[in-house]
T-cell receptor, first 110, second 115 residues
């Protein structure tokens, strides 16, 4: 399987703290994306970073990419209870296929 | 825009039955895909399409067929349902640029149980 892995599998923090989750993948990529999934819902796209980029910001989100280590991290700053969800990374390669990681379950305690 | 729609939301099948999961998008996206999501496994790609008339296999295609006769629709057919196909199925669509798909828009999912 070419599936990636997120780390940690589960994360519980207090509201206002920062949350960091990591993603490792196995093959060379064209881009890497992060998605959020609320319980019982479909996935929602958060941010895309291309293979030639090292860091990207969007609001309270900061994503880094290290292609030499085949890893990425997602930082959510000043977390809110509404950020409680599962977070997945997904990579695309030259074959037009998406490979999703196994997800990090984030709980933000009010 | 309705985005990506999926029907039905829930389905129970008996082993050996067949059915079609419907997926439609109104964003004129070239790229459409089907995933299954199982506990602890993340999402796995079943089939995908880069345009009308073009389909290809993903990571777990066995037991499933797809077709893409229009840009809007991408149905997934279960040929002979098995308990191992009990899962939540998501359809997604994406625009493409420079030959690669961009961010995907997901439907709400179909929860399928095979007894």
């Amino acid at each position: 399987s070419q599936q990636g892995e997120e780390d940690p599998q589960a994360l519980s923090i207090q509201e206002g703290e920062n949350a960091t989750m990591n993603c490792s993948y196995k093959t060379s990529i064209n881009n890497l994306q992060w998605y959020r999934q609320n319980s019982g819902r479909g996935l929602v796209h958060l941010i895309l970073i291309r293979s030639n980029e090292r860091e990207k910001h969007s609001g309270r989100l900061r994503v880094t990419l290290d292609t030499s280590k085949k890893s990425s991290s997602l930082l959510i700053t000043a977390s809110r209870a509404a950020d409680t969800a599962s977070y997945f990374c997904a990579t695309t390669n030259t074959g037009n296929q998406f490979y999703f990681g196994t997800g990090t379950s984030l709980t933000v305690i009010p | 825009n309705a985005g990506v729609t999926q029907t039905p939301k829930f389905q129970v099948l008996k082993t050996g039955q067949s059915m079609t999961l419907q997926c439609a998008q109104d964003m004129n996206h070239e790229y459409m895909s089907w995933y299954r999501q199982d506990p602890g496994m993340g999402l796995r790609l079943i089939h995908y399409s880069v345009g009308a008339g073009i389909t290809d296999q993903g990571e777990v295609p066995n037991g499933y067929n797809v077709s893409r006769s229009t840009t809007e629709d991408f149905p997934l057919r279960l040929l002979s349902a098995a308990p191992s196909q009990t899962s939540v199925y998501f359809c997604a669509s994406s625009g493409r640029g420079q030959g690669f798909p961009y961010e995907q828009y997901f439907g709400p999912g179909t929860r399928l149980t095979v007894t």
